[in-house]
């Protein structure tokens, strides 16, 4: 079992930053990799940005590249979604999630996650 907090989300100028933290227990932390998705409003949840176990490989959708970095501390069970230049099409309702879904399922797929946190509000006024 793992349990996933998230926190930092809030109310950003477009432009702005937030950085988005999420407190993991549970299962050994440092044993897998761990991922962030989004959803706005009336849209499907999306994939968002991938870490590996020891962070040696990141993941991101186009839309974020250049802008978010997912970076996770091991040693306090936690991943951090930096996010900056926020736009009008980044507020959503942030969630981590952790394996536990169907092995072998792509970064990007939520099948593969099996574990969710209660998510974070994000959002961008312009």
């Known amino acids: 079992q793992v349990q996933l907090v998230e926190s930092g989300g809030g109310l950003v100028q477009a432009g702005g930053s937030l950085r988005l933290s999420c407190a993991a227990s549970?299962?050994?932390?440092?044993?897998?990799?761990m991922g962030w998705f989004r959803q706005a409003p009336g849209k499907e949840r999306e994939f968002v940005a991938g870490?590996?176990?020891?962070?040696?490989?990141?993941y991101y959708v186009d839309s974020v590249k250049g802008r978010f970095t997912i970076s996770r501390d091991n040693a306090k069970n936690t991943v951090y979604l930096q996010m900056n230049s926020l736009t009008p099409e980044d507020p959503a309702v942030y969630y981590c999630?952790?394996?536990?879904?169907?092995?072998?399922?792509?970064?990007?797929?939520?099948?593969?996650?099996?574990?969710w946190g209660q998510g974070t509000q994000v959002t961008v006024s312009s």
């Open positions: 549970g299962r050994t932390f440092s044993s897998y990799g």
């Open positions: 870490i590996s176990w020891n962070g040696a490989w990141t």
């Open positions: 999630a952790a394996p536990g879904g169907l092995s072998g399922s792509s970064w990007s797929s939520e099948a593969r996650y099996g574990y």
